[in-house]
């Protein structure tokens, strides 16, 4: 029996060798080089057959890591929408208040006309007592040069 099992499989082999084994056949093929009980001659086309569920497990492996991240996340993404939104008010508090302060700045400069007006005196004011000062300097020199001439006709 396991003798006749064999040959069937040789022949399967032979058969998907050529590319004419169905889907049933190459079931059979994947299912007999599962088992553990391969005989010596054709383990060596077991990796053949074998890699598949091979892959499966992995895959299925790396599925169960993606649920332990995604209950990680499930807590971290609330965390990070509430720390998003938290920012965005300060930083639009923040620029209600800076405008706030410059048009309440800017108000106070064009409405306060006592402060234009005092600025405007007091520099005007500094103008004039540089503008006496420079005459005076100028007339003092005039008479100086004056009695200088008026000493030189008389003597």
Not at 40 to 52: C, N, P, Q, T
Not at 89 to 94: D, R
Request: glycine share 2%; proline share 2%; net charge negative.
């Amino acid at each position: 029996m396991i003798e006749m099992k064999n040959d069937k499989i040789k022949q399967l082999l032979e058969q998907y060798w050529k590319c004419e084994t169905s889907l049933e056949d190459e079931k059979m093929l994947r299912d007999f080089f599962a088992n553990d009980t391969v005989p010596e001659d054709l383990k060596a086309y077991r990796s053949l057959f074998v890699w598949k569920n091979h892959q499966k497990n992995i895959q299925s492996a790396k599925k169960g890591k993606i649920v332990l991240k995604s209950t990680y996340m499930e807590y971290v993404y609330p965390t990070l929408k509430i720390a998003a939104t938290v920012l965005i008010l300060v930083t639009f508090g923040i620029s209600i208040y800076t405008h706030y302060q410059q048009e309440k700045f800017m108000n106070r400069i064009f409405t306060d006309t006592a402060v234009p007006l005092e600025d405007s005196i007091r520099s005007s004011g500094e103008v004039v007592a540089k503008a006496t000062s420079l005459q005076r300097m100028q007339e003092s020199k005039l008479v100086d040069d004056d009695n200088l001439e008026y000493e030189l006709i008389n003597e």
